[in-house]
Nanobody, 118 residues
Framework: QVQLVESGGGLVQPGGSLRLSCAAS????????MGWYRQAPGKQRELVAT?????RTNIADSVKDRFTISRDGARVYLQMNSLKPEDTAVYYC??????????????WGKGTLVTVSS
């Protein structure tokens, strides 16, 4: 089993920065890609960025000039710069199972709220 816990969300002014962290625990070697999703009020959850165990990253076009994803062992980070009000959302950490017993299974953290407002 994999557990994901996010931290780092909060209130920030437009143009500011936040660094989100996600700590993975449990059977961390049974997962492959990890990433961040977000869900704004009244909208569908959308992919923000992913990173594989080998370090391959994918960042959504809408944030690629401002956000960076990184991974360090059992932790994944999302550095968010030049934040805009449209970035306001609940940000969720995600991991995908890679072992035969959990292949394709999605694990989710409970989310951390990011509010961008002056």
């Amino acid at each position: 089993q994999v557990q994901l816990v996010e931290s780092g969300g909060g209130l920030v002014q437009p143009g500011g920065s936040l660094r989100l962290s996600c700590a993975a625990s449990g059977s961390i070697f049974s997962i492959n890609a990890m990433g961040w999703y977000r869900q704004a009020p009244g909208k569908q959850r959308e992919l923000v960025a992913t990173v594989t165990t080998s370090g391959r990253t994918n960042i959504a076009d809408s944030v690629k000039d401002r956000f960076t994803i990184s991974r360090d062992g059992a932790r994944v980070y999302l550095q968010m710069n030049s934040l805009k009000p449209e970035d306001t959302a609940v940000y969720y950490c995600n991991a995908v199972g890679a072992a035969p017993h959990n292949y394709g299974m999605n694990y989710w953290g409970k989310g951390t709220l990011v509010t961008v407002s002056s």
